[in-house]
T-cell receptor, first 115, second 113 residues
Framework: GAGVSQSPSNKVTEKGKDVELRCDPISGHTALYWYRQSLGQGLEFLIYFQGNSAPDKSGLPSDRFSAERTGGSVSTLTIQRTQQEDSAVYLC?????????????FGPGTRLTVL | GNSVTQMEGPVTLSEEAFLTINCTYTATGYPSLFWYVQYPGEGLQLLLKATKADDKGSNKGFEATYRKETTSFHLEKGSVQVSDSAVYFCALTKSGSARQLTFGSGTQLTVLP
């Protein structure tokens, strides 16, 4: 597609359940990022992929959070045993390695609500 | 570590008013600086950027100048429109392979007709 896509757009889950969030980056963008946007914390970096490897996972808030990327394309962010404080909008962004000034293109986000 | 401090909102202006949203940063080295905008119901979009000191980024009538001496990147527009109503985020990236964005807290702008 023309832009970064994410699915689902909205997810409501019960506390303790696992959720998977998907990101499809722009074709050819080898760098992929996950961010979280919440009322209390603003926009926070979670994890960075270069190709299929994740050299920077420093923003993942706990070991309940994990992410993978396959084929240098689609990425999945998994949250296990969700808690109410996980409620937020999860944003994915991708970046072409050759673009100047490190411009990242963002998807529309997945709004996660944990009841 | 890196941080971005952004003017507290919300900001409400009348159409054709002058806009300034202040942004200051803390970073070692020479970061690249950005303004992103989030329109209601839409994703984050890059508004403008600057990669080195004294660079001026501009787009859609908005401008911001990279001031290393004051570690600032204030956003300005001479005459705002109702369609500029959105949340504005100042951000930076450091050089290096990861280049993740560090964001300010965002400023909600509402422009009234």
């Amino acid at each position: 597609g023309a832009g970064v896509s994410q699915s689902p757009s909205n997810k409501v889950t019960e506390k303790g359940k696992d959720v998977e969030l998907r990101c499809d980056p722009i074709s050819g963008h080898t760098a992929l990022y996950w961010y979280r946007q919440s009322l209390g914390q603003g926009l926070e970096f979670l994890i960075y992929f270069q190709g299929n490897s994740a050299p920077d996972k420093s923003g993942l808030p706990s070991d309940r959070f994990s992410a993978e990327r396959t084929g240098g394309s689609v990425s999945t962010l998994t949250i296990q045993r969700t808690q109410q404080e996980d409620s937020a909008v999860y944003l994915c962004a991708s970046r072409h390695p050759g673009l100047a000034a490190n411009e990242q293109f963002f998807g529309p986000g997945t709004r996660l609500t944990v009841l | 570590g890196n941080s971005v401090t952004q003017m507290e909102g919300p900001v409400t202006l009348s159409e054709e008013a002058f806009l300034t949203i202040n942004c200051t940063y803390t970073a070692t080295g020479y970061p690249s600086l950005f303004w992103y905008v989030q329109y209601p119901g839409e994703g984050l979009q890059l508004l403008l950027k600057a990669t080195k000191a004294d660079d001026k980024g501009s787009n859609k009538g908005f401008e911001a100048t990279y001031r290393k001496e004051t570690t600032s990147f204030h956003l300005e527009k001479g005459s705002v429109q109702v369609s500029d109503s959105a949340v504005y985020f100042c951000a930076l990236t450091k050089s290096g392979s990861a280049r993740q964005l560090t964001f300010g807290s965002g400023t909600q702008l509402t422009v009234l007709p």
